[in-house]
């Protein structure tokens, strides 16, 4: 029965299934993968990829003259302030939970961030002295979530997003000094949400998006600060707009668009005339960032197959300048990246070599400066595998791209352990910046491949849509085609691959051990699904109105969930799995891992679960990702390379 499985899923690669469309691209030769000698080359330790820090948030301070980053230095995401011309960082707040969501009053005299309780994902809004001092929950509204904040540049207002527990749709308001929120628009549909993007009109106004939870269709509105009233700037059925940045007057707005082309672009839209001024066009995702404080230029970013460098862009000519920031994983940090003088910015820029870096990149001369390292001295590029990016045809001719992170000094021998990385969303990218896992995997042996398998981001609308009420099923076959290509290269034992992925990565990894039985002989899943009917039944709001844009409902597509939930699948699974969970997830909720354990343990399989108190979807406790990290490197060590 499990090798019908598995042939039914490949077998169904028709000669009559269309190709999905995506930017053109030569195909890579899987020969070219290639594994340098460098005699330097050692396993980084795991204590140290799990002490090398992320950075959640930067921004400056009212004078310009200090910064604030939201950073996990001690093992919690707390926050840290520095000289803005560097100085060691001084802690400025401490909690077990996340901290983040960084802004500054418009007075100077506070810092107001956002805090969940442990994991959970329902925010609080909080401040803190800049100098230091007492924190103050400003809201304290367990049914209710503050987030993206945006402070008025006159007055004491400060623009945010709602949204309650029980609704799936998110709303913009305003906030007074003293925590009052004012509601400025009523949402009803549970599958849009409201954020704002820059104050205009000397704060009368604030330039909004309203934008669908799936990703494929978004609005820009006018919303007047005193009274609510809307005005429509941009829309239109099944396209996305979003804005970005404008210009202090609301005259001009820096938009990301796939308006005409399937492909996001970006543009400078004229209120007035109602006309659009394009930069040249590119197949390949381009997004306008953040626009500079005084509307005459804006910061683009450019994802050429998942490499991403940052532009410059001069809004009276349209003049394009690349910044000099090496390609990789590279973006501005928010609306408030930019100093109060309007001469430097925040860039956060990472890749395969390089952990993530915060720098101050002066917009004059064109220099960046490292502002506050994350990474333990032994994460040097010197040492740390490169990786590639490459492209191989799918079982319908689609094209797929993928990371590529290749060990030093193997032997193309048909040897070598490796592991596939399927990313979470679906509708998300892996990218080719820093990736603990690719870092910890490559550096003891392991060949690494990060599949963007259709329902991906970054290739255009159709390819995001491809996988829409097929989930586990196309986007599956692009996955086993990524262990093909390693076996291709030469270096790979196609008896010694395992995967390995989280959310829906993790559903992948489910989906992939029970409906191609044969193909992983070792799996790891952080917080997949198994199910997605009590995935419907238990999950956020929020979460319930995306998971209707990808299968709609358990009643009107039953068909359709049981083709796409792993449970049809998981009886037939061999491999040894490993799944860890948070227990505070609501994206995932717990119950899903337990399914997976009752059924896999009732079965006989070789199956270990652990579940982290205090953690919600994506694991913050530096104890828990180093615990996590250990034991799912252990758990492919044992499986795939016997040890």
Known sequence: MRL???????????????????????????????????????????????????????????????????????????????????????????????????????????????????????????????????????????????????????????????????????????????????????????????????????????????????????????????????????????????????????????ATTDEGTGQSHAGAYSVATKKWRWLPATPWEESSDIMTPDGASMIVRTNNDGRSTLSRVDLATMKKTDLAIDPGRASTMGPAAISPDGKRMFVARSGADSPTMLYTYDLASDVATPTAPMAMASLSPATLPKSQVVTYKSFDGTLISAIVTTPFNLKRDGSNPAIVIPHGGPTGQSQDGFSRYATAFATRGYVVIQPNFRGSTGYGKAFQEANVKDL????????????????????????????????????????????????????VQWFGIINWRTMYRDQDELLKAYQRSLLGTPDENPDVYDASSPLTYIKAAKAPLLSLQGENDIRVPRGQAQEVEDILKAKGNTVETVFYKAEGHGFQKRETQLDALRRTIGWFDKYLKGK
């Open 4 to 254: 019908i499985l598995t042939a039914a899923l490949l077998a169904s690669a028709s000669p009559l299934a269309a190709q999905v469309a995506s930017p053109d691209r030569p195909v890579t030769d899987p020969k070219t993968v290639s594994s340098p000698a460098n005699p330097a080359a050692r396993p980084v330790p795991l204590d140290d990829i799990g002490v090398t820090r992320a950075l959640y948030d930067a921004v400056w301070s009212a004078d310009g003259k200090q910064i604030f980053i939201a950073t996990d230095l001690t093992g919690r995401v707390n926050i840290w302030k520095m000289n803005a011309d560097g100085s060691w960082p001084v802690q400025l707040t401490q909690s077990d939970d996340a901290q983040s969501g960084l802004a500054v009053s418009r007075d100077g005299k506070w810092l107001y961030f956002t805090q969940d309780a442990g994991g959970n994902e329902y925010y609080d809004l909080y401040r803190v002295p800049v100098d230091g001092g007492a924190v103050d929950n400003l809201t304290n509204t367990p049914e209710r979530s503050e987030t993206g904040l945006l402070v008025a540049p006159t007055g004491d207002l400060v623009a945010l997003s709602t949204k309650l527990k029980s609704e799936g749709q998110s709303n913009l308001a305003v906030m007074d000094a003293g925590g009052k929120i004012r509601g400025l628009t009523a949402e009803k549909d549970p599958q849009y949400s409201w954020g704002a993007v820059a104050w205009v009109d000397g704060g009368k106004a604030i330039i909004a998006n309203r934008s669908s939870v799936d990703g494929t269709v978004g609005e820009v509105w006018r919303i007047d600060a005193a009274t609510g009233g809307a005005t429509k700037l941009l829309a239109k059925p099944k396209t996305i707009y979003a804005a970005t940045g404008a210009s202090p007057d609301g005259g001009t707005i820096a």
């Open 472 to 523: 586990g099923g196309g986007d599956l076959k692009d996955t086993v085609a990524a262990k093909t290509f390693l076996v291709q290269s030469g270096y790979v034992d196609a008896k010694k691959v395992g995967i390995f992925g989280g959310s829906y990565g993790g559903f992948m990894t489910l989906m992939a051990i029970g409906r191609t039985p044969d193909e992983f002989a070792a799996a």
